[in-house]
C-alpha cells in the first residue's frame, strides 16, 4: 500500500474510528432517551402548539427524504438509463437514501399523535389526501431501498456463514432494474407530494401555489446527488481511499450546478409571480405579518438563495472551482444546508402566519411564534448521529464503493 | 466458547446460551407483534369493519347556525357550556372560542367562532385516514379512534378551528357543573378534536321525535345558554326553522367566503344600526 507517502496528519489522530463511533452512540443514547421520554409525556414536551403544529421534526422529516433522493437520481441514471460510468457511486446512493428514509420514518413515528396507529392509512383510506398518498409512496419506497440494499448487505463478511443469504442477495440484485423504475415512479409521486402538502392548502395563502410540488422535487434532485457526492468525498478523505473516479466527481458536481440553475430559475420566478408582479391581499398580509416578526426575509435571500443556491452554483460550473476539493466541499456543504433551511422556511412560514378569517382588525394581528424544545433537538440529534453511524459502520463494514482504491 | 468447555468455570453453569436467548426473544417479539396486529392492527375485526363507514345522519337535515353579533354582549356563557357539554377541561382546547373585537369603524363587538362545519371542508380532504368527515347533515365529524395524530387537518383548517391532545386531558373541568354535565367522553391524548355542533344532542333528539334548534334538549350547548339569543341553530331545509327565518330576516355574511369553503355558520354584521347601518 502505498500509506507509507502519505503522512497522516496528527490532528485527525483526535478523532479515530472508535472516538467517533462511541460519541455518536452517546448522541444515539440522547435521542432513544428523548423518544422514551416523548413516549411518556405525549406531545405536550414540544413547544408545538395549536397554531403552529408542525415543526422542527417535520422539517427534519422533510430534509431527510429529499436529501435522500439521491438514491432514485443515480439509481435511475445507472440501472435505467444504463449509463455506466455513473455506476461507482450507485450503491452509496441507495445507501444513504436508505438511511435518510429511516430517518424519517423513526422521526415521524415520534411525530404523530398516535405511533401506535401508523399502520392507519394502510388501512383506512382517503384517496383525496395528499398525505395519504405520501404516506404509501414512502412505505413503498422504503422497501424498494431495502431490496436494493440487502444486496449490498449481504456482502459483508459477516454473513459468510449463511451462503444462502448471499445467493438470495444476487437475485435480490438482478432486480435492479424493475427496482429503479419503480423508485423513480414513486420518487417522482412522493418527493413533489410532500410540496403539495403544503401546495394544496387554499386556506393558507403563503403556501398555496402550485410550484411548491415542483420546487420540491428539483430542489430533492439537486441536494440528493450533493449529500451523495459530498459523503463520498468526506469519506473518502478520512479513510484516505479515492472512492470515485475524479473525473466522475467532477460530472456529478456539474450535474448538481445544472440541477440548481434548474431550481435557481424556479424559485425567482415563483417569488416574483407571487410576491413581486402580484398582489393577492391574502398573500401580501401574511408575508407582511411573517416579515414583521420573524428573520424571513434575510433566511430567504442570505441562506436559501445566495448561500443554498447562487455560489453553490458558481462553485459547480465554474471548472476552476469544481476542481478544487476545498470549494466543492464547501459548495456541497451549502447545498445541503440550505436545503434544510428551505424545509424550515416553507413549513414555518405558513404556520407563522395564518390567515386572517375574523371580521375585525384587531383578531388577527398577532403572529403564532415556535422554538423547538430541547427534547426536540435531542431526539432529532440522535435520529442525526443514527444516520451519521449507519453510514460510518456501512464504510467500514460494507462493500458501499465496489470501485474504492487506496489513494 | 461457553459451552463447548464448560467446565472451565464450574461455578457458573451456562444454562442458556447467547444465541437461544436471542430466539426465545425475537420469538416473543414476533409473537407480541403479531397479537397486536390481530387484536388491534390492521387484521382486526375492528379495522376490517372499519372499512365500511355506517351513514349515520339523514340527509333531509342540514345544520346551520346563526351568530348575531350585534346582539352578542359578550358574556362568554357559550364558551364555558361548550367546554361543561364536551368534557374540555383546559381553556386553551376550547371548541368554541371567543374574544374582544373592532370593526373597521371603530364599533367594539365581542367574535366568538365554533367549528364553521364546511361543505367543501379542507381539513376532511386532507386526512390521511379518513377520520373526518362531512355528515349527510353536514356536520364536520372525527373518528378518535381512526385518527393518528399527524395534525394536518389542524395545519389545513384556515380558522383555527381544531384542537389537539398534546396530552392526556387529566384537569378538573371548571365549568362542571355550573354551566353543564359532560355528555361526551374525554379524547385520549395524540388525537385530535373539534366542535361538532353537540352531534349526541342532534342525534338523540332526532330519535326521541325532538327537533335541533327547537327543542333545547337536541339544541347545541352554546345555543341554548344564550341569555341573549344570538346564536340561533336549524335545518335550513326547512324554511319553517328558527335559523332559516332568522337568515331570511337578516343580512348574513360568512368567514372568508373568498376560501370557497362553503361554511354553515353565519354571523350577523356587530354594526348593523351604526354609521354603515
Redesign the interface.
Known sequence: MATTQLAAPTRRRFLNFRTWVLSLLIVVGIGVAAAVYTMI????V?N????V??GLWITHDLSAIGLGAGAFTFSAIVYLFRIKRFEPIARAAVFIGFLGYTSAMLVLAM????P???????????V?????E??WCVILYATVLTVEFLPILFEAKYFDRWPFLRTFGHMLHKLTPVMAFFGLALSLLHQSSLGA?YG?????EIWFKPSLPVMFIMSAVAGGMALTLLATMVAGRVTHQRLIPGTLKREIARLVGFALLAYLYLKLWDWAATNYYSHAP?TASAVERLQLTTPYSQTFWLLEILLGLVIPAIIMLYPTLRRNDRALLIGLTLIVLGLVVNRWNVTLS??VA??????????NTIAAAYTPSLVEIALSAGVLAYALLGFTLGMRYLPVYPDAKPE | MADKNPTDQPDKKVIITRRQALKVMGATGCAVIATQLFNSGPFSVDAIEGLERVTEADSRYEWHMVIDLNKCVGCQYCIWACQATNNVPEDDMRWNIGFPEKTENGTDFYMTRPCLHCEDAPCVKVCPVGATWVREDGIVTMDYDRCIGCRYCEVACPYDVRRFNWKTPTGKNEYVPTWGVPEVERRSRGVVEKCTFCVQRIDRGLSQGLMPGVDPQATPACVNICPVGARQFGNVNDPTSPVAIYLDEHDTFRLREDLGTEPKVHYVRPDVNGQEA
Open positions: 409525556n405525549g406531545l405536550s414540544t408545538l402548539s395549536d397554531r403544529p408542525w411525530d404523530i399523535g398516535r401506535d396507529r401508523f399502520w392507519h392509512p394502510l388501512i383506512y383510506w382517503n383525496h389526501s395528499v398525505l395519504w405520501i404516506t402538502s394544496v392548502l387554499s386556506g393558507r391574502g405558513g404556520l395564518p390567515p386572517q378569517w375574523s371580521p375585525g382588525v384587531l383578531g
